[in-house]
């Protein structure tokens, strides 16, 4: 058994999809379900007795203790968190509570549980921290890209609240032994994206026929994980990484988002073409940039290919085409989750464990 915190999530739900369909090994699933995480992107886990699911959030210490008490996973790997640098511009307060103070209270309840466990378990258990290349700050155009020895500099709310929990997760481990392993990651993209992010947002408006933001020149160089190939890493740190080590995920696709635009308006100038046979680069609007708009992100995931053996499955090319082509055969979740009702339809789905 493992548990999985945010994993209704983007990334967390596909986590616990792919988890479950290479292993039969149950996973308990705790999300708050904010407003980014979605009960339909499990839909296809109804009635699979391996997925236990609990709305809940890890700032509640007391629902922390008692599922670590009743499921007794051998593993928690941590997705949990604010993630839209937009929003944490705005509102920073949710951003500093989930992130900052919800990794503390996480780590402490884990902390009480794993000093419980007899010998052999606790030798076993790992604690696995999902987090961003955000927390290094930005880089210069020729800079190399970032190491996991890369001094912090995060530039933003969001960034700091996530390099804040990272050096929670080290301290802990320094001070207490816990044994944790942190991933930072490059920007993912794939199935089940919120449509706030650049590219679902991209596809969403593209074919609602509305403008395609893309924040000052668009020159903003961003590295290129697909979804899967990040949850193939992190089974595979969970598996062999470490303890106390981190290691940087990415994908090797440093692509300024104009480019990525345009790449997204080709496939679906092939795939769906507009009625008016215009492509939908007619529809790109440029606006004002962000404050603090980090000009470029770049991973160097040496290590975790030198060490264990990791390498991502997908191109750019690969994935993005199967990217476009799921959110265009799935109109329905775009729907859904965009829908008011979404929010009753959950409380007839689940109660609050």
Known sequence: MILVTGGAGFIGANFVLDWLSVHDEPVVNLDKLTYAGNLHNLASLQGDARHVFVQGDIGDSAL????????????????AAESHVDRSIHGPEDFIQTNIVGSFRLLEAVRA????????????????????????????????????E????????????KAASDHLVRAWHHTYGL??????????????????????????????????PIYGDGMQVRDWLYVKDHCSAIRRVLEAGRLGETYNVGGWNEKPNVDIVH????????????????????????VKDRPGHDRRYA?????????????????????????VQWYLENPQWVAQVQSGAYRDWVQTQYANA
């Open 64 to 79: 922390l203790t008692e599922l670590l008490q009743k499921h007794r996973p051998r593993a928690v790997v941590n997705f």
């Open 113 to 148: 549980y794993w000093n419980g466990l007899d010998a052999t378990p606790k030798q076993d258990f790992r604690f696995l921290h999902v987090s961003t290349d955000e927390v290094y700050g930005s880089l210069d155009a020729q800079a190399p890209a970032f190491t996991e």
């Open 150 to 161: 890369h001094l912090y500099q995060p530039n933003s709310p969001y960034s700091a609240s």
């Open 179 to 212: 044994p944790v392993l942190t991933t930072n990651c490059s920007n993912n993209y794939g199935p089940l994206h919120f449509p706030e992010k650049l590219i679902p947002l991209m596809i969403v408006n593209a074919l609602a026929g509305k403008p395609l």
């Open 263 to 286: 790449h997204v308006c080709s496939l679906l100038d092939e795939l769906r073409p507009r009625a008016d046979g215009q492509s939908y680069r007619e529809q790109i609007s440029y």
């Open 299 to 323: 991973i160097d995931a040496r290590k975790l290919e030198r060490e264990l053996g990791w390498k991502p499955a997908e191109t750019f090319e690969s994935g993005i085409r199967k990217t």
